[in-house]
């Protein structure tokens, strides 16, 4: 697999907890729990270090291999993680006086569910 795939595991899973809105209609606990997902993914600096966290060799990278790209500091991006992580995009772990960051498959599964369509669109008609 190179850097710039993600594999996605447990798909199956996502499916059975979030089924396309153009299927059914999302149920109030579930659109809470996406609505905290699209949030933390709505800043371009956490889209960006979830992008980078994906991409990482190994699929996990060490915080200190966050800060580099960005024009913020440390602290920030410290808690631009931890919105990620309490959004259930991330999982980490500490090693020594590192904290180690790696995406949640699961996570984008569910996001990815919920936005699947049908191949001729949500009318029938063709897109564009």
Not at 26 to 43: H, I, W
Not at 79 to 85: D, N, S
Request: contains cysteine; negative net charge.
């Amino acid at each position: 697999m190179s850097n710039s795939e993600l594999a996605v595991l447990g798909q199956d899973d996502a499916v059975v907890c979030c089924s396309p809105l153009v299927r059914e209609p999302l149920g109030e606990e579930a659109a809470v729990d996406l609505a905290r997902m699209f949030k933390a993914l709505s800043d371009p600096v956490r889209l960006r270090l979830l992008s980078l966290i994906a991409s990482h060799e190994g699929g996990e990278a060490c915080v200190c291999d966050l800060t580099g790209p960005f024009d913020v500091s440390q602290p920030t991006i410290s808690h631009h993680l931890k919105v990620l992580r309490e959004a259930g995009l991330v999982g980490s772990e500490r090693r020594g006086t590192w904290v180690y960051y790696w995406v949640l498959p699961a996570a984008l599964a569910k996001l990815s569910a919920l936005l699947e369509t049908p191949a001729a669109g949500v009318t029938g008609r063709k897109n564009p």
